[in-house]
């Protein structure tokens, strides 16, 4: 192996290349064969129905070496079963469901483009005009009179003053 090459093993990336530069390096995390296609976000998790998420084997026993080969089998007998029957619900319904989610949300968006935002739009225009007017009540109104009313109940003294000695505590109000 000279400096230049490198070898993938196992989805990793050795070899003797020190040269590398940074965006060759970058590129190679972010778009090599085995990060394209890996879920490095864990978005739509739900969604990964492999053999060995579904199904996996003890590897702590010595016999599970053995069963490799069968495991393999199963493997593909279950990877191609999954993959049959998705593209015979694809074939028979997806039709029928494309047209359904086509026209649900081209309703909806139709409705958020000529009618939710509009709307929205002259809410807003009407809350900000009687947000104006609410101010001016308030201030005019209902200010002076919750001023008073601290006014006039302000003389009211009260405490709560806790004395305690050893074990025994007393507790003295004034108002």
Do not use: C
Not at 86 to 96: E, M, R
């Amino acid at each position: 192996m000279s400096d230049t090459d490198v070898e993938q093993v196992g989805g990793e990336v050795t070899g003797t290349n020190m040269e590398k530069s940074v965006d060759e390096s970058m590129k190679e995390l972010l778009l090599g064969p085995k990060r394209l296609h890996e879920n490095i976000y864990d978005i739509n998790r739900h969604v990964e129905l492999d053999f060995g998420e579904v199904f996996q084997a003890p590897t702590t026993t010595t016999t599970s070496r053995r069963f490799t080969p069968i495991l393999d089998a199963y493997k593909t007998l279950y990877t191609y079963t999954q993959d049959f029957i998705y593209i015979l619900w694809v074939v028979l319904l997806g039709w029928l469901l494309s047209i359904v989610w086509g026209i649900l949300f081209g309703t909806f968006n139709f409705l958020t483009v000529w009618l939710i935002q509009p709307t929205l739009k002259l809410v807003f225009v009407i809350i900000r005009n009687a947000a104006a007017l609410y101010t001016v009540v308030v201030r005019a109104v209902l200010d002076p009179i919750f001023e008073s009313i601290g006014h006039a109940l302000s003389f009211i003294r009260a405490g709560l003053f806790v004395r305690g000695q050893g074990s025994s505590m007393d507790v003295v109000k004034t108002v």
